[in-house]
């Protein structure tokens, strides 16, 4: 049963602990935040070249040169904004392609096909609309300006229009319009080039394969893809290719991956020896041994992602985004066949392509692949692709110039207008169905990825909660870990506010850093041979710091045990086998820290509050409602 014991407030350092987001859920978020400084640069640049448009061109137009020896690279302010720093922002959003390639949606192979073919249909359906527009004239050459979703101002409109969304509608817009994010710089690089110097490709291309080659060989040392990037990005930009490329590149080699517990367990035995004799080489390799534990991905997304977000992207704006507005343009732009493609290429050829290529997909294969989320939130999420900014305007500064190149702009902002409007309504429609309807039309009916490989069993496992729960709550913890002392109060807040969620306690004690945490789960495995599992658990949480043999024995008197029997089993350590399943259990789900949670099987990638926790309850039960499915029946209590 569940004890009655009141939650108790979450301590003070609550919050650091609170923010352990996955890169994932930290990307959504910071791309989420950083559309308003987005926002903030167009509407700048705007009234800049309204208020005084002769210091906009020339502040754009000076000339920034680096000269080593007789070599020289030149180029103006703007020319360095967009083939210089918008280098990284592709390498950005490849990482994110690679990490949800390795670790998100698209690890199964069998999911990459959706958002592959979406990615496409939501190119082709607003191509076709520009083409159709500009048929037979010189502007049809800009047909890549209607093309790419903006992820960055895509993400941060839907977090606006679309509030209360599931995260998975996020995902799914992510992973369909990195596709076209990647292929627009396939565009740049082969459409939108200028003469191409042939040797120096050849040059760029065998620096990128020795970068690879590096990648290959797992060398972990970052300055060598930093001197081999930068060198692969001189050449591809003397060679007349755009050397965004570089950046696609480099963010494609970099793997993603947890870290493993035999990584951070010598991470953790390299600050031992520092702490026992802290000297500067010890303290250099243990920051190594830290350092090398998170993979190349994460390690690159931390450094350039909030550079990519908050400065770069909006930089590019800045420059970019300029367009000197009068009504007689208004007049002529909107009657422009260049503006007017774009505009309705975007508008109504993104959810037009996207969601025709999805239900294409669905269709032929008979059910087998389908959308991740509902119908109606693949419609939302069509509509918000509608948004391309950031290619969309560097692919229109190299295709047009002069009083086209501002028709072009025109159409980029109108489209991001009217997209975001769109997809207010497509959501404000979804929102007024019956509860029951709503909730298909967002989370649809495909089977989501179960990310815990050991399927709870009730006859081993520790559960609390009511046997029939539509909801089951895993979590591997550590008795010694007081991350895991801070969440249980929350626990118990979820078991009160939820009548239908069951909680399943795994071990992990992570022997490296708590010396005492493998002892304690022993302990509570003797209580539960005698029925007592829970008030022992309870117990050894109230005291992180007291995990001693003495200890476990005042406690087994306090709860009631057999202390004899308790003895024996303590110094035959005769249950440490059910805590070696847990923690080899953990190792088959990629989990090496604590606490980790899993909701209905599915790994649980936000911050651990009660609001975050609760969000992902409610979204599992409503899911568990639509399929029929719940928590193992039977669940037996101990």
């Not at 520009?130 to 093309?147: E, I, Q, T």
């Not at 290719?241 to 991470?267: I, T």
């Amino acid at each position: 049963m569940t004890s009655s014991r009141p939650a108790s407030p979450l301590p003070s350092g609550v919050t650091a602990w609170a923010r352990n987001l996955t890169p994932l859920r930290q990307f959504l978020r910071t791309e989420t935040g950083s559309a308003a400084v987005l926002l903030a640069a167009t509407v700048a640049a705007l009234a800049w070249v309204n208020i005084d448009p002769r210091s906009y061109g020339t502040v754009w137009g000076t000339e920034l040169s680096f000269h080593l020896g007789r070599a020289s690279l030149s180029g103006d302010l703007y020319t360095w904004v967009n083939s210089g720093l918008m280098t990284f922002f592709f390498l950005v959003v490849a990482l994110e392609a690679r990490r949800e390639f390795d670790m998100g949606e698209l690890r199964q192979r069998s999911r990459l096909t959706l958002p592959l073919v979406a990615g496409i249909g939501g190119m082709i359906g607003p191509v076709a609309i520009y083409l159709a527009f500009n048929a037979g004239r010189s502007p049809a050459r800009g047909w890549g300006v209607a093309m790419s979703t903006d992820t960055a101002f895509a993400l941060g409109a839907l977090a606006l229009v679309g509030r209360r969304l599931p995260d998975r509608v996020r995902t799914y817009l992510l992973t369909f319009s990195v596709v076209d994010d990647l292929a627009g710089i396939v565009v740049i690089a082969v459409v939108y080039s200028g003469r191409v110097r042939p040797v120096p490709l050849l040059a760029g291309a065998g620096f990128l394969a020795l970068a690879a080659l590096a990648r290959f060989r797992r060398v972990r040392y970052g300055p060598v893809y930093l001197v081999l990037g930068a060198a692969a990005w001189i050449a591809v930009f003397s060679s007349g290719v755009d050397p965004v490329v570089v950046g696609l590149v480099l963010g494609l080699l970099a793997y993603a991956g947890s870290a493993s517990r035999d990584d951070l367990e010598q991470a953790t035995d390299l600050f031992r020896l520092f702490r026992e004799q802290p000297t500067a080489e010890l303290a250099q390799a243990a920051k190594g041994g830290v350092r090398t534990a998170i993979s190349p991905n994460d390690r690159l997304q931390q450094i350039f992602h909030p550079w990519s977000s908050y400065v770069i992207v909006p930089l590019f704006a800045l420059a970019n985004a300029g367009i000197t507005i009068s009504g007689g343009f208004l007049a002529r732009a909107y009657s422009s066949p260049i503006t007017l493609g774009i505009l309705v290429g975007y508008v109504a050829g993104k959810p037009a392509g996207t969601v025709g290529a999805a239900w294409l997909v669905t269709r032929l294969s008979r059910g087998r692949i389908r959308p991740p989320i509902g119908w109606a939130a693949v419609a939302g999420a069509g509509a918000i692709a509608g948004i391309g900014f950031t290619v969309s305007l560097l692919i229109a500064s190299l295709a047009f110039h002069g009083t086209e190149l501002q028709e072009a702009k025109a159409g980029v902002l109108s489209a991001a207008l009217c997209a975001s409007g769109l997809t207010w309504i497509v959501f404000r429609l979804t929102a007024m169905l019956p509860k029951r309807l709503k909730i298909r039309a967002l989370l649809g009916t495909a089977d989501a990825i179960i990310d815990l490989a050991v399927p709870v069993d009730p006859h081993r496992d520790h559960l609390r909660g009511p046997e029939t729960a539509l909801v089951t709550l895993v979590e591997y913890a550590d008795f010694e870990c007081p991350y895991c002392g801070r969440a249980e109060p929350i626990v118990r807040e979820l078991l009160t506010d939820f009548g239908d969620l069951v909680y399943v306690w795994r071990h992990l004690p992570l022997r490296d850093v708590h010396p005492h945490a493998e002892f304690a789960a022993e302990g509570a495995e003797a209580a539960a041979a005698q029925g007592k599992f829970w008030p022992m658990h309870d117990l050894l949480l109230d005291h992180p710091g007291a995990l001693t043999g003495r200890d476990l024995l005042d406690y087994a008197g306090q709860i009631g045990l057999d202390i004899d029997r308790f003895k024996a089993d303590m110094r035959a350590h005769a249950r440490a086998g059910h805590v070696a399943e847990d923690v080899d259990s953990a190792d088959l789900s990629g989990v090496s820290g604590t606490p980790t949670f899993f909701v209905n099987g599915r790994r649980h990638h936000g911050e651990y509050d009660i609001e975050s926790l609760s969000a992902a309850v409610r979204a599992a039960r409503a899911r568990a409602v639509l399929d029929g499915t719940g928590a193992p029946r039977g669940a037996a209590q101990s």
